[in-house]
């Protein structure tokens, strides 16, 4: 009959014609539902109540119960669709006779249970228990209820367990954020996370917590930090990963929770009491720096693993550092004496810390460094060039020389002034600049005295010991292969090196009793001994009975006062701030020649944006830089209108 007559009488337009299942589940609602309807469904809901108390488990006839409900509204449509869920229109029974009393009733179970269980238990047994009721509804859907009542249901538990409470989780959620309860925080973030909007409280809390704790950690290294930086950058290393395992184990990374962790990470970086008792913001920026200088070089006792899991720890400071353009600076001058004096204990890890600035800053942030590289490759090239450029010529000496090529504009080198080169050395220093120049016509060639250093052995002791000197030392000591004994007086006028440098080394190979001074006493070469002690009359000569326990002694550590051989604080702050001030100025001369006109305020805003990624400019900076550009006149403000810029071509 479905098949053929009720298809034919349908298809004449005759709409009271239905599938024998549709009309026998009409009369099914006619003749029972609308009678009995009431009394099926208290007794429905009271054995989804016994089931929500643990006293009955009756899915099963529940399910059948809510498929009658169902199933009295099905259309021929609703038979022959194969979806799994059934349309709007075909659910007015469940949802009018069903689903409206059951949601009630679900409303009146959870707002007692919740006054309930929350006054008789902890607040750690409460989120459980909100967790694991609002799973049990989810899966009450799955079992045995339609799927459209899923979102009501939740929103109307929520509503119960979670938006009412807010207020007391709020209160709760200081100590579980204090005492770093991750799992309970994991629930709690779980069960806020599904009320729109209500997470701000908490993202409070756990930020003014991480900060509080990380404040405290650098507060601590006040009176080692300026000395021993890996102290304080270890400090923030700990903070750091502490916190953030609770942001990703409590708070699964979400936004707003790691807005508030780079937040704290960032004040308490940037400004704590090291900072303020040197009076310069950036002085972590500075601290760093000299970490990585420890970090990269020679003697940190460090496996590769280690160091390379401490670099990616370094660039996460670096992350929250403001003033990167101070941290650029110090950075490239550690970077340069490490290069220089080949102290560096890996090319690769060098590399890539300078490839993670790349990343984070820019190719323009790490162009310098990477230059330097270049050089030290060229350099190295050179130099074997020039070995075979002098055994074809067939030039010999008895000590090995090589060179380092440094581009001026690359290296914070300093170039000092030349003195009287001892006779075994010039030679070979001659040559080598005719090669260069014939080989680079046009380029201009200075020897950077301060940094060369070299290796003498002595030939009138009876243990041959080697000496590791400064250019400055070895000039010194061959002095002594044409005069056995000089005054201090002949040999600064000998060697015409500067006082300030001479002293220093002098003073140095006296100390190590390389040289013997006859008018001093040997308890007077202790660590106080300085160029005071010296006058210009006193006599210098080698020790012949010097003595030590190493066949090879660095005695460039011992020349710590060589000013120019150290990296001064004070000189490269105000590099970067005269460089600041130019930056402030270029970034707004190209602003304005983009924009032609601009308003004061969109100008300062712009300004700081373009900047903010290597330093943060002041206002006054940034003002004084616009009345600078208006005085060499690449702009002008206005006549009419004073807070409006106009840029002259």
Known sequence: MNSYWVIYQQKQNLKDIVDIYAMAMRIWRDTF????????????????????DNQADMPHLIGQVINSYISVDLTDADINNSNKYMTSSSLTTYKEWFEKQFIEETQTYYSLESDNYFNDNSFSSY???????????EDRVKKYLNQSTLKILLRTVEKQLIEKRL????????????NEKIEDLELLFKLVNRIENAHAPIQLLFENHLYSVGINAVNCTKDTAVKDSRTYIEAIVEVYERFFMIVKAAFHC?????????RACSKFINSNLNTEQTQKVSSSAELLARYSDWLLRKGNKLDGDTVREKINQMMNVF?????????????????????IKELSASNDDEEYVITKLKEMCGYEYASKLERMFKDIRLGADLNQDYITHCENEGIRTEFHFSIMMLTSNWWPVTVSSMFNISNELLPRLTHFKKYYMKRYIGRKLDILLLYSKGEV???????????QVSFYQMNILLLFNEFPTMTVEKMLDKTQIEPNIFMPALVSLIKMKILNCQDI????????????????????????????????????????ANPMNKIDPNSVYSSVFEERKLAIQAVIVLIMKNRKTLKHNFLLSEVIERLAR??????????????????KQYMERDDKERDLYKYLA
């Open 33 to 52: 539902y609308k009678q009995n309807n009431h009394s099926l469904t208290k007794i429905c809901l009271n054995l989804i109540k016994k089931h929500r």
């Open 127 to 137: 989120i459980r228990k909100a967790n694991n009721r609002l799973e049990e509804e």
């Open 167 to 178: 207020d007391d989780f709020y209160e709760q959620a200081n100590g579980l954020v204090e």
């Open 254 to 262: 979400e936004p707003g929770y790691m807005a508030a962790f780079d």
């Open 319 to 339: 992350n929250y550092i403001r003033d990167k353009d101070i941290f650029q600076k110090f950075y490239g001058r550690f970077l340069a004496m490490r290069l």
């Open 457 to 467: 052995q002595t030939l009138y002791t009876k243990k041959r010991y080697i000496l």
């Open 521 to 560: 006493n040997p308890d007077q070469l202790n660590e106080h001994f300085q160029e005071a002690n010296l006058s210009m009359n006193n006599n210098i000569r080698v020790n012949d009975a010097m003595k030590n326990d190493k066949i090879k002694i660095n005695l460039m550590k011992i020349q710590q």
């Open 614 to 631: 290597v330093f943060k400019p002041d206002i006054p900076a940034i003002k004084k830089c616009i009345d600078l550009l208006i005085e």
